[in-house]
T-cell receptor, first 114, second 111 residues
Framework: DADVTQTPRNRITKTGKRIMLECSQTKGHDRMYWYRQDPGLGLRLIYYSFDVKDINKGEISDGYSVSRQAQAKFSLSLESAIPNQTALYFC?????????????FGPGTRLTVL | DQQVKQNSPSLSVQEGRISILNCDYTNSMFDYFLWYKKYPAEGPTFLISISSIKDKNEDGRFTVFLNKSAKHLSLHIVPSQPGDSAVYFCAAENQGGKLIFGQGTELSVKP
């Protein structure tokens, strides 16, 4: 079984709809992240959480919100989807060891907003 | 402002030859760098990392070189294999423990 899972894997929605992307992990890591990938722009950080009671904005948080329901679950919501939120979304987890993080990514969710 | 840059969107190499992927950064405070590999329809996977106290780290066919004065790192794959065909991202860790990624380079290794 995969350590980091994302649902759904693909989603097509319309402008103005509310969308939730879910992420679950079995790695036991405290730290979780949401990224989006766009062609030519690499991976950009949307939100991150270093433990259940900690939520922080990343580089591009506008238009998104998150919920950390448990250590293992971190959800990303688009309250009112718009076409420029069409992208590949990745969840990741990490643990801090010897002052360093290595992040482990889920398989991604391809979101299309029409 | 792109703090981590991979200026080559794509690279094509013959099987058995060396692949060299490059990455430049602008923030001299970065002190830990990572390379991730991504296949289509999968998430990125960690490949190799290097701390700024080193200038080279090797793991099998993969070697990462760091030139701090030039703010440049490179990933060498020797010998390249068709299964190495993927998108490679370099990343730098900032003081908050977050990763800043480059745009990615798509490597194609031809048989």
């Amino acid at each position: 079984d995969a350590d980091v899972t994302q649902t759904p894997r693909n989603r097509i929605t319309k402008t103005g709809k509310r969308i939730m992307l879910e992420c679950s992990q079995t790695k036991g890591h405290d730290r979780m992240y949401w990224y989006r990938q766009d062609p030519g722009l690499g991976l950009r950080l949307i939100y991150y959480s270093f433990d259940v009671k900690d939520i922080n904005k990343g580089e591009i948080s506008d238009g998104y919100s998150v919920s950390r329901q448990a250590q293992a679950k971190f959800s990303l919501s688009l309250e009112s989807a718009i076409p420029n939120q069409t992208a590949l979304y990745f969840c990741a987890t990490s643990e801090r060891l010897a002052g360093r993080d290595t992040q482990y990514f889920g398989p991604g969710t391809r979101l299309t907003v029409l | 402002d792109q703090q981590v840059k991979q200026n080559s969107p794509s690279l094509s190499v013959q099987e058995g030859r060396i692949s060299i992927l490059n990455c430049d950064y602008t923030n001299s405070m970065f002190d830990y760098f990572l390379w991730y590999k991504k296949y289509p329809a999968e998430g990125p996977t960690f490949l190799i990392s290097i701390s700024s106290i080193k200038d080279k780290n090797e793991d099998g066919r993969f070697t990462v070189f760091l030139n701090k004065s030039a703010k440049h790192l490179s990933l060498h794959i020797v010998p390249s294999q068709p299964g190495d065909s993927a998108v490679y991202f370099c990343a730098a860790e900032n003081q908050g423990g977050k990763l800043i990624f480059g745009q990615g380079t798509e490597l194609s290794v031809k048989p």
